[in-house]
């Protein structure tokens, strides 16, 4: 690389091509400029004339500058120019490469690697042999210092490590091998210190000059200081800018999602590194799915936080007296209550005692129940750690040993208390506010809340401190009372309504929540330190961040795998029998320092220069062009040099010009013109501002007026007049072909039905409100993107409240004979509430509810077609209609006019195509017409029959 | 030519106009054809006219209508009043269109050369017309009268330029007794001109040719490294047209003498006329070439 100041030029040979440029300005000197043009009649008279004096025009002295310029310029550029270019590695005897390779060296990892590859190239290009110290804490004896390729082969290969980097001891003796004479270092740091790196620095200066590489981009890291229901983590990071931090896990669905964005709240700097706390403010139920924390954007195991038991949801087993047998039990037992206000906050399992207890859950409920066994499973449950929460009923109330009754916190009195029944004398008692320092702390309670009736205690002197909530009279309502490591809670009134209205108030919900979130923790091992037992790794972090199943797990002792992530121990997800623990990678930062190091600028070395010099000789070109079609002159050369102009800066802006959409019709049926054929469907625009809301009552007018403006007004057409939706698969041509081939049957039914619907409405699923549809076509393309949950949550419940989809898959039934055979429609149709299926048997309502129909074809005739099984069973879901239909008919295609009413699609061969086509539209007529009156053209059958047994009854 | 002036409204506007200007034009040059068509032209014998003619006796076959009665009372026999039978004469109308036509100045706005000779065209063709005289475009079927007018302006306004530089009238559609009007610019030496009028002369007629020329082609107004061009592909190249310009007029002068003199041979009269001027200039000229006797 040769140097002229600043600028370093990759091939300087080239520029020896300047020289031609004397001659250039010559040649172009020499050329006459392009006479201009002119169109004249008179040409014939000038035939054979001869100019008298010739005058020898040359090209402005402007326009061979310009020209020569731009030579120059292209000469320049393909010098190679770089400004400031990386200094060149001087020549050593030896070349030491050393990189960070722990988890914090991910973000930088590639840059690293193309600059080791580099300094590894040039250094056995000049013949120095080459070592690798990867810093990531294992130490494979004495380096080698090679000569050939198998340095860069290894460097290839070098991937960072999902655990905290080290370097290894006795620099001494890993440098053994070095070659007599001078060492170079060159050390790619991830800009951290990590333990033995002071020992590495001095060792390597006293054998020659180390060159630091700082990482390109900064490190971060993030660790988990605080776990439990509010978890806190912590931010670290060598750059002042905080990162947001994603919480992952699955959806409802069991789709891996992002389920939040957390906010790092204030950092605070200390020696170069910043920490921002990141609360973990998450709703329980969402903070019990997630299963990693990560920093957004930054590829680097440090950057991960995987959950494990400690950020999972408290499991609550209820175990009631016995199955509700009729439905009204169902809805009143206290195990309902208990279901509907936990299921928020905690995992509910429903089992017998015996099964719950197996299961390990955190807290169990017990529903009116006595006679508990005083030496039981359950007392030693609870003695480990285990928080059971009873509730008294009529059942614990009739119980004669009551009195004798283990696992209370307190003694109660058989019989109980009636309070403000026909025939007591008191009120129904409310609850008296509950105590600062109790659980209950600071709920509010509601008014209306009264208890009618409760077990009483026997008074004694620990009374006042196990009651944690008590009545307005000062009887207990809650108590409480520790027992072993573990804690047992009485609600003195029912789970359900009978007792109290306690249970249908929102303060239930938050006591129960208090309750089970403080004990939830009591069984967790005491700060996630796993408890003997070896443990096997199922997944790892990779150096990048990513989880990868473990390889070939090796299990560790326990007590290994308390002092966290180390060599060969990655970061990962580490599972003993039912236990499973996260091990992390994310540790404390500290800034390393470089003493007697040279440090390169963390700026990427160099800039080429080439591209910017090529853009300038366009430029100068273009201007070039510009210029000699000004030179020609007149008026139309002037436009011949304006399109010049824009098609010279059309070609050098290509390459970063945004992609041209490729325009195909509208998604919106309303922006289409509306066909002549079609001139019915116009829907009158409402005006906005009419008369209707100047009738509006004052107060009501001005809430009409925001919901009106956001729903979409086809959907409101939609709503107010019929209108078939299609869904929009993200393919432009299959949305047209939806489009297209409802338009068709909407014409069909206008014409030979009273069914007049509307165009047909684009429906994207992400923000349409289906509550407004009754029939959605939806044709299964290859490429749709799968909906969000949101979306398939609203499709259910459009399905649930009446609605139909139609899926197509449009491919002849190819993909086999079962209704899901096609993968697409697997993927896409998978997460919705399906009811079985079945094929549409020779007497389905879809057969007659318009035509009789034999068959169903679309532009395929032969595919089978699917709907929802009749099931004997009661309670079927609207009506007994089919929420779904599912073919592969492509019936779209078959219904599919253009604007003019033409068909689109060729159906069949001659004239037994036209009938398949008609059939089409007589399947699509049925279909409409079952999805609008159900089954009341199945009730139609039986018609005739009723006729004829009333004829038979009026006779006699 | 605007769009407006193209349009057969307009140009009829401005030919009556530019007719309005002038009397009637009745055609004095040339022979008189034996045709049916009444006009204002005797052909001294008797026929339909206006003009007294002569008295003769009335023979067998003649109305009683048909006899003057005031002549016949003076003497037993009966006489007849015969009218001097007239006819119209014919003048043909033909036009240039070689693509030299379409110029219009290098800045291509101005009036073109075939939009006045449309112009000039029309113009005379109505003022022959209002005179009784029979007009037609060369080589069509004559006719006079509001409805020859109305047809005379829809096929002078459907010409169009070619895209060929040379045109001149078809030998084919000479004929006797008629008067030519030629309007064209001329420039290309064309043989079939040539033959053209020989065939008229040969048969009889006679007629009149007006060069048109715009401006530019009169004064040469280039400098500087030029390529001329015709539409036809005629090229000539020049590093120095302004030097060109008196070797350019000269050879103007020379093709004008050679077709005056082409013109006189053959008992043509000779024009020209430029664009720079009112096209009245040019209409009155014609004028006076065609009605003097």
Same mark, same amino acid.
């Given at each position: 690389?040769?140097?002229?100041?600043?600028?370093?030029?990759?091939?300087?040979?080239?520029?020896?091509?300047?020289?031609?440029?004397?001659?250039?300005?010559?040649?172009?000197?020499?050329?006459?400029?392009?006479?201009?043009?002119?169109?004249?009649?008179?040409?014939?008279?000038?035939?054979?004339?001869?100019?008298?004096?010739?005058?020898?025009?040359?090209?402005?002295?402007?326009?061979?500058?310009?020209?020569?310029?731009?030579?120059?310029?292209?000469?320049?550029?393909?010098?190679?120019?770089?400004?400031?270019?990386?200094?060149?590695?001087?020549?050593?005897?030896?070349?030491?490469?050393?990189?960070?390779?722990?988890?914090?060296?991910?973000?930088?990892?590639?840059?690293?690697?193309?600059?080791?590859?580099?300094?590894?190239?040039?250094?056995?290009?000049?013949?120095?042999?080459?070592?690798?110290?990867?810093?990531?804490?294992?130490?494979?004896?004495?380096?080698?210092?090679?000569?050939?390729?198998?340095?860069?082969?290894?460097?290839?290969?070098?991937?960072?490590?999902?655990?905290?980097?080290?370097?290894?001891?006795?620099?001494?003796?890993?440098?053994?091998?070095?070659?007599?004479?001078?060492?170079?270092?060159?050390?790619?740091?991830?800009?951290? &210190?990590?333990?033995?790196?002071?020992?590495?620095?001095?060792?390597?200066?006293?054998?020659?000059?180390?060159?630091?590489?700082?990482?390109?981009?900064?490190?971060?890291?993030?660790?988990?200081?605080?776990?439990?229901?509010?978890?806190?983590?912590?931010?670290?990071?060598?750059?002042?800018?905080?990162?947001?931090?994603?919480?992952?896990?699955?959806?409802?669905?069991?789709?891996?999602?992002?389920?939040?964005?957390?906010?790092?709240?204030?950092?605070?700097?200390?020696?170069?590194?910043?920490?921002?706390?990141?609360?973990?403010?998450?709703?329980?139920?969402?903070?019990?799915?997630?299963?990693?924390?990560?920093?957004?954007?930054?590829?680097?195991?440090?950057?991960?936080?995987?959950?494990?038991?400690?950020?999972?949801?408290?499991?609550?087993?209820?175990?009631?007296?016995?199955?509700?047998?009729?439905?009204?039990?169902?809805?009143?037992?206290?195990?309902?209550?208990?279901?509907?206000?936990?299921?928020?906050?905690?995992?509910?399992?429903?089992?017998?005692?015996?099964?719950?207890?197996?299961?390990?859950?955190?807290?169990?409920?017990?529903? &009116?129940?006595?006679?508990?066994?005083?030496?039981?499973?359950?007392?030693?449950?609870?003695?480990?750690?285990?928080?059971?929460?009873?509730?008294?009923?009529?059942?614990?109330?009739?119980?004669?040993?009551?009195?004798?009754?283990?696992?209370?916190?307190?003694?109660?009195?058989?019989?109980?208390?009636?309070?403000?029944?026909?025939?007591?004398?008191?009120?129904?008692?409310?609850?008296?506010?509950?105590?600062?320092?109790?659980?209950?702390?600071?709920?509010?309670?509601?008014?209306?809340?009264?208890?009618?009736?409760?077990?009483?205690?026997? +008074?004694?002197?620990?009374?006042?401190?196990?009651?944690?909530?008590?009545?307005?009279?000062?009887?207990?309502?809650?108590?409480?009372?520790?027992?072993?490591?573990?804690?047992?809670?009485?609600?003195?009134?029912?789970?359900?309504?009978?007792?109290?209205?306690?249970?249908?108030?929102?303060?239930?919900?938050?006591?129960?929540?208090?309750?089970?979130?403080?004990?939830?923790?009591?069984?967790?091992?005491?700060?996630?330190?796993?408890?003997?037992?070896?443990?096997?790794?199922?997944?790892?972090?990779?150096?990048?961040?990513?989880?990868?199943?473990?390889?070939?797990?090796?299990?560790?002792?326990?007590?290994?795998?308390?002092?966290?992530?180390?060599?060969?121990?990655?970061?990962?997800?580490?599972?003993?029998?039912?236990?499973?623990?996260?091990?992390?990678?994310?540790?404390?930062?500290?800034?390393?320092?470089?003493?007697?190091?040279?440090?390169?600028?963390?700026?990427?070395?160099?800039?080429?220069?080439?591209?910017?010099?090529?853009?300038?000789?366009?430029?100068?070109?273009?201007?070039?062009?510009?210029?000699?079609?000004?030179?020609?002159?007149?008026?139309?050369?002037?436009?011949?040099?304006?399109?010049?102009?824009?098609?010279?800066?059309?070609?050098?802006?290509? +390459?970063?010009?945004?992609?041209?959409?490729?325009?195909?019709?509208?998604?919106?049926?309303?922006?289409?013109?509306?066909?002549?054929?079609?001139?019915?469907?116009?829907?009158?625009?409402?005006?906005?501002?009419?008369?209707?809301?100047?009738?509006?009552?004052?107060?009501?007018?001005?809430?009409?007026?925001?919901?009106?403006?956001?729903?979409? +007004?086809?959907?409101?057409?939609?709503?107010?007049?019929?209108?078939?939706?299609?869904?929009?698969?993200?393919?432009?041509?299959?949305?047209?072909?939806?489009?297209?081939?409802?338009?068709?049957?909407?014409?069909?039914?206008?014409?030979?039905?009273?069914?007049?619907?509307?165009?047909?409405?684009?429906?994207?699923?992400?923000?349409?409100?289906?509550?407004?549809?009754?029939?959605?076509?939806?044709?299964?393309?290859?490429?749709?993107?799968?909906?969000?949950?949101?979306?398939?949550?609203?499709?259910?419940?459009?399905?649930?409240?009446?609605?139909?989809?139609?899926?197509?898959?449009?491919?002849?039934?190819?993909?086999?004979?079962?209704?899901?055979?096609?993968?697409?429609?697997?993927?896409?149709?998978?997460?919705?509430?399906?009811?079985?299926?079945?094929?549409?048997?020779?007497?389905?309502?879809?057969?007659?509810?318009?035509?009789?129909?034999?068959?169903?074809?679309?532009?395929?005739?032969?595919?089978?077609?699917?709907?929802?099984?009749?099931?004997?069973?009661?309670?079927?879901?609207?009506?007994?209609?089919?929420?779904?239909?599912?073919?592969?008919?492509?019936?779209?295609?078959?219904?599919?006019?253009?604007?003019?009413?033409?068909?689109?699609?060729?159906?069949?061969?001659?004239?037994?195509?036209?009938?398949?086509?008609?059939?089409?539209?007589?399947?699509?007529?049925?279909?409409?017409?079952?999805?609008?009156?159900?089954?009341?053209?199945?009730?139609?059958?039986?018609?005739?029959?009723?006729?004829?047994?009333?004829?038979?009854?009026?006779?006699? | 030519?605007?769009?407006?002036?193209?349009?057969?409204?307009?140009?009829?506007?401005?030919?009556?106009?530019?007719?309005?200007?002038?009397?009637?034009?009745?055609?004095?040059?040339?022979?008189?054809?034996?045709?049916?068509?009444?006009?204002?032209?005797?052909?001294?014998?008797?026929?339909?006219?206006?003009?007294?003619?002569?008295?003769?006796?009335?023979?067998?076959?003649?109305?009683?209508?048909?006899?003057?009665?005031?002549?016949?009372?003076?003497?037993?026999?009966?006489?007849?009043?015969?009218?001097?039978?007239?006819?119209?004469?014919?003048?043909?109308?033909?036009?240039?269109?070689?693509?030299?036509?379409?110029?219009?100045?290098?800045?291509?706005?101005?009036?073109?050369?075939?939009?006045?000779?449309?112009?000039?065209?029309?113009?005379?063709?109505?003022?022959?017309?209002?005179?009784?005289?029979?007009?037609?475009?060369?080589?069509?079927?004559?006719?006079?009268?509001?409805?020859?007018?109305?047809?005379?302006?829809?096929?002078?306004?459907?010409?169009?330029?070619?895209?060929?530089?040379?045109?001149?009238?078809?030998?084919?559609?000479?004929?006797?007794?008629?008067?030519?009007?030629?309007?064209?610019?001329?420039?290309?030496?064309?043989?079939?001109?040539?033959?053209?009028?020989?065939?008229?002369?040969?048969?009889?007629?006679?007629?009149?040719?007006?060069?048109?020329?715009?401006?530019?082609?009169?004064?040469?107004?280039?400098?500087?490294?030029?390529?001329?061009?015709?539409?036809?592909?005629?090229?000539?190249?020049?590093?120095?047209?302004?030097?060109?310009?008196?070797?350019?007029?000269?050879?103007?002068?020379?093709?004008?003498?050679?077709?005056?003199?082409?013109?006189?041979?053959?008992?043509?009269?000779?024009?020209?006329?430029?664009?720079?001027?009112?096209?009245?200039?040019?209409?009155?000229?014609?004028?006076?070439?065609?009605?003097?006797?």
């Amino acid at each position: 690389m040769m140097m002229l100041g600043p600028i370093g030029f990759a091939t300087p040979l080239i520029l020896l091509a300047l020289a031609v440029l004397p001659l250039l300005w010559w040649l172009l000197r020499a050329l006459p400029p392009v006479p201009k043009r002119v169109r004249f009649p008179g040409t014939v008279l000038l035939k054979g004339l001869v100019d008298a004096n010739p005058v020898a025009r040359r090209t402005p002295w402007w326009l061979l500058l310009l020209r020569i310029a731009a030579v120059a310029a292209a000469i320049l550029a393909f010098a190679g120019p770089v400004w400031r270019p990386a200094p060149a590695p001087e020549p050593g005897d030896a070349l030491v490469i050393v990189m960070d390779a722990g988890a914090t060296a991910g973000p930088g990892w590639r840059a690293a690697q193309t600059r080791a590859l580099r300094a590894a190239d040039t250094a056995l290009g000049d013949g120095a042999p080459v070592a690798l110290l990867l810093a990531d804490g294992r130490s494979e004896g004495a380096l080698p210092f090679l000569a050939d390729d198998a340095i860069a082969a290894a460097l290839r290969a070098a991937s960072p490590q999902a655990w905290p980097g080290a370097y290894p001891d006795a620099p001494d003796t890993i440098l053994a091998n070095a070659p007599e004479g001078g060492l170079r270092t060159l050390w790619l740091s991830d800009g951290l &210190d990590h333990p033995g790196r002071s020992a590495w620095l001095s060792a390597l200066l006293a054998r020659g000059p180390v060159d630091v590489v700082p990482p390109v981009s900064p490190a971060y890291s993030l660790r988990m200081v605080r776990d439990g229901t509010q978890p806190e983590l912590e931010l670290q990071s060598t750059a002042p800018e905080a990162r947001a931090v994603l919480a992952l896990g699955p959806d409802p669905q069991g789709i891996p999602r992002e389920l939040a964005r957390l906010e790092p709240s204030e950092g605070r700097s200390a020696f170069g590194v910043t920490s921002w706390p990141v609360p973990v403010d998450l709703p329980p139920e969402l903070l019990g799915r997630v299963t990693r924390f990560q920093i957004d954007g930054i590829e680097s195991a440090s950057a991960v936080v995987l959950g494990d038991d400690r950020l999972r949801r408290p499991v609550v087993a209820l175990i009631g007296q016995g199955q509700a047998t009729s439905e009204r039990q169902a809805l009143l037992s206290p195990a309902h209550f208990l279901r509907s206000a936990l299921e928020r906050s905690a995992r509910v399992i429903e089992a017998g005692l015996n099964d719950a207890i197996a299961a390990k859950p955190d807290v169990i409920v017990l529903m &009116d129940r006595s006679g508990l066994d005083a030496d039981g499973a359950l007392t030693d449950w609870v003695a480990e750690g285990g928080l059971l929460i009873r509730f008294a009923g009529p059942r614990m109330a009739a119980d004669p040993g009551l009195a004798e009754e283990p696992l209370l916190p307190v003694r109660l009195r058989p019989g109980g208390r009636d309070m403000g029944g026909v025939l007591s004398w008191g009120e129904p008692r409310p609850v008296a506010p509950f105590a600062a320092d109790g659980p209950f702390a600071g709920l509010a309670i509601p008014p209306d809340v009264t208890i009618r009736a409760q077990l009483m205690a026997e +008074p004694s002197p620990d009374l006042p401190s196990r009651s944690i909530a008590v009545l307005s009279d000062g009887t207990p309502l809650v108590t409480r009372a520790d027992s072993g490591d573990g804690q047992v809670v009485l609600f003195h009134s029912t789970a359900n309504a009978d007792w109290s209205s306690l249970p249908i108030s929102g303060l239930f919900v938050q006591m129960l929540e208090r309750l089970v979130a403080g004990a939830g923790r009591a069984t967790a091992e005491p700060q996630g330190q796993p408890q003997g037992g070896s443990w096997t790794a199922t997944d790892v972090l990779s150096g990048f961040g990513r989880l990868i199943e473990a390889p070939d797990a090796v299990p560790v002792a326990a007590e290994v795998l308390a002092d966290g992530a180390a060599p060969d121990l990655p970061a990962g997800i580490y599972a003993s029998g039912e236990r499973v623990m996260a091990l992390n990678a994310g540790a404390p930062l500290a800034l390393a320092g470089w003493a007697g190091a040279t440090v390169e600028s963390a700026r990427p070395s160099g800039i080429p220069l080439a591209g910017w010099l090529l853009i300038a000789a366009a430029a100068v070109l273009i201007a070039d062009l510009a210029g000699s079609a000004a030179l020609r002159g007149g008026r139309r050369s002037g436009r011949v040099t304006a399109s010049l102009l824009v098609v010279a800066s059309m070609l050098v802006l290509l +390459p970063t010009a945004p992609r041209a959409q490729v325009p195909f019709g509208d998604n919106g049926p309303a922006d289409q013109p509306v066909p002549e054929l079609l001139a019915p469907f116009e829907v009158p625009q409402d005006d906005p501002t009419g008369a209707d809301d100047a009738q509006a009552d004052p107060d009501g007018g001005a809430a009409a007026e925001e919901p009106r403006a956001e729903v979409d +007004p086809d959907l409101a057409r939609a709503a107010s007049e019929f209108a078939m939706g299609y869904v929009l698969t993200g393919n432009a041509e299959l949305d047209e072909l939806s489009r297209a081939g409802l338009t068709g049957l909407s014409l069909t039914l206008y014409s030979r039905t009273t069914v007049e619907p509307t165009p047909p409405v684009a429906i994207d699923l992400e923000t349409a409100d289906l509550t407004l549809m009754t029939f959605l076509y939806w044709p299964i393309g290859p490429d749709q993107p799968i909906p969000s949950a949101d979306a398939y949550l609203r499709l259910n419940r459009f399905l649930r409240g009446g609605g139909m989809i139609l899926f197509d898959t449009r491919d002849a039934d190819l993909a086999g004979s079962a209704a899901d055979a096609s993968d697409d429609l697997r993927r896409l149709a998978g997460p919705l509430d399906m009811p079985p299926l079945q094929e549409v048997p020779q007497d389905h309502v879809l057969t007659r509810s318009f035509y009789l129909l034999e068959e169903m074809p679309g532009r395929f005739a032969d595919g089978d077609v699917w709907v929802a099984a009749t099931s004997t069973e009661a309670g079927t879901v609207n009506d007994g209609v089919s929420p779904v239909v599912i073919g592969g008919n492509s019936w779209a295609e078959a219904w599919a006019i253009d604007d003019r009413g033409l068909p689109l699609f060729a159906v069949g061969a001659g004239m037994d195509g036209e009938r398949q086509r008609e059939m089409a539209h007589r399947f699509g007529v049925n279909l409409i017409m079952y999805v609008l009156t159900g089954n009341y053209k199945s009730d139609q059958i039986h018609v005739p029959a009723l006729l004829e047994r009333l004829r038979q009854e009026g006779q006699p | 030519m605007t769009p407006e002036d193209a349009s057969l409204a307009g140009l009829r506007a401005r030919a009556e106009a530019a007719a309005a200007a002038l009397p009637p034009l009745v055609l004095a040059r040339g022979p008189v054809a034996a045709t049916f068509a009444p006009g204002g032209h005797g052909l001294r014998r008797p026929g339909i006219g206006e003009d007294f003619w002569q008295y003769r006796q009335a023979h067998e076959g003649d109305t009683a209508a048909a006899i003057d009665w005031r002549r016949s009372a003076r003497g037993d026999m009966r006489f007849v009043r015969d009218r001097e039978r007239q006819t119209a004469r014919t003048a043909a109308i033909w036009l240039g269109r070689g693509a030299g036509m379409a110029y219009a100045g290098q800045a291509g706005t101005g009036e073109t050369k075939m939009g006045r000779a449309k112009l000039l065209s029309l113009s005379l063709a109505l003022l022959l017309i209002r005179a009784g005289e029979r007009v037609t475009l060369l080589g069509e079927p004559a006719g006079t009268g509001a409805a020859q007018a109305t047809k005379l302006t829809a096929g002078i306004s459907m010409i169009a330029p070619l895209d060929h530089d040379d045109d001149a009238p078809l030998r084919a559609a000479a004929r006797g007794a008629q008067v030519a009007v030629l309007i064209d610019d001329f420039l290309n030496d064309d043989p079939r001109l040539d033959e053209f009028l020989q065939t008229m002369s040969g048969v009889g007629s006679t007629g009149v040719m007006l060069q048109i020329l715009h401006p530019d082609e009169e004064d040469f107004p280039f400098e500087g490294a030029v390529r001329f061009q015709t539409l036809g592909g005629q090229r000539h190249d020049t590093r120095d047209a302004g030097g060109l310009r008196a070797a350019y007029r000269a050879r103007l002068d020379e093709r004008r003498d050679a077709l005056a003199a082409a013109a006189s041979n053959a008992g043509f009269l000779f024009g020209t006329h430029d664009l720079g001027q009112p096209a009245s200039e040019a209409l009155a000229w014609l004028h006076g070439v065609l009605s003097a006797r």
